[in-house]
């Protein structure tokens, strides 16, 4: 059965930081993309960033370019979002996904973690 569990949620004030993990496991993912998507409250879920197992392709959305990398570690099969200089309209439960395709809509990531919350202070 194939999982996804992301952690590293939790409240932070404007302008510090935190990591999200993204655990994966019950499939060979290294040949899937990974990405990490977020929902705020009465928002449509957005893409935030994705990334190949190999690191090689890597995508950003705009909005938190220059603030938020995304990274892998293959030998643990997990997935990292450094978000950093956090602002209040980063405020969102953030999920991780799994797919064949990187897409910046989420129809077609076939995986999908439960979600962490990230709420930023101001």
């Known amino acids: 059965q194939v999982q996804l569990v992301e952690s590293g949620g939790g409240l932070v004030q404007a302008g510090g930081s935190l990591r999200l993990s993204c655990a994966a496991s019950?499939?060979?993912?290294?040949?899937?993309?990974m990405g990490w998507f977020r929902q705020a409250p009465g928002k449509e879920r957005e893409f935030v960033a994705a990334?190949?197992?190999?690191?090689?392709?890597?995508r950003i959305a705009d909005s938190v370019k220059g603030r938020f990398t995304i990274s892998t570690d293959n030998a643990k099969n997990t997935v990292y979002l450094q978000m950093n200089r956090l602002k209040p309209e980063d405020t969102a439960v953030y999920s991780c996904?799994?797919?064949?395709?990187?897409?910046?809509?989420?129809?077609?990531?076939?995986?999908w973690g439960q979600g962490t919350q990230v709420t930023v202070s101001s």
């Open positions: 019950g499939r060979t993912f290294s040949n899937y993309f």
């Open positions: 996904a799994g797919g064949a395709v990187l897409v910046y809509t989420t129809g077609q990531w076939a995986y």
């Open positions: 990334i190949s197992w190999n690191g090689g392709n890597i």
